[in-house]
C-alpha cells in the first residue's frame, strides 16, 4: 500500500500529520510531506483513518 497527497486539494487543515506522523511530515507552510510512501502493515489502520479524516479527501492509499 502507498500513500499520496494531492498538494494541489489539500488545504492544511493537519489532521493526517496529527493522525499519521510517522509516514507524514509538515514542510514550511504546515501542508502534508509524505516522506514514507510505502505504508507498513502495523501502519495501515492509521493511514486508512487518516485518508478518511482528511476533509478535502487529498490524503489517498493506493495497493
Known amino acids: 500500500m502507498r500513500l499520496t ?3 494541489i486539494a489539500c488545504d492544511g487543515a493537519g ?3 496529527r493522525t499519521l506522523p510517522e509516514l507524514l511530515a509538515a514542510d514550511e507552510w504546515g501542508y502534508p510531506i509524505v516522506h514514507r ?3 507498513p502493515d502495523a501502519l495501515r489502520r492509521h493511514a486508512k ?3 478518511h479524516l ?3 479527501i487529498a490524503l ?3 495497493d
Open 54 to 56: 482528511c476533509p478535502r
Open 5 to 7: 497527497v494531492d498538494r
Open 37 to 39: 510512501e510505502e505504508v
Open 49 to 51: 483513518n487518516a485518508a
Open 60 to 62: 489517498h492509499l493506493k
Open 15 to 17: 489532521l493526517c500529520l
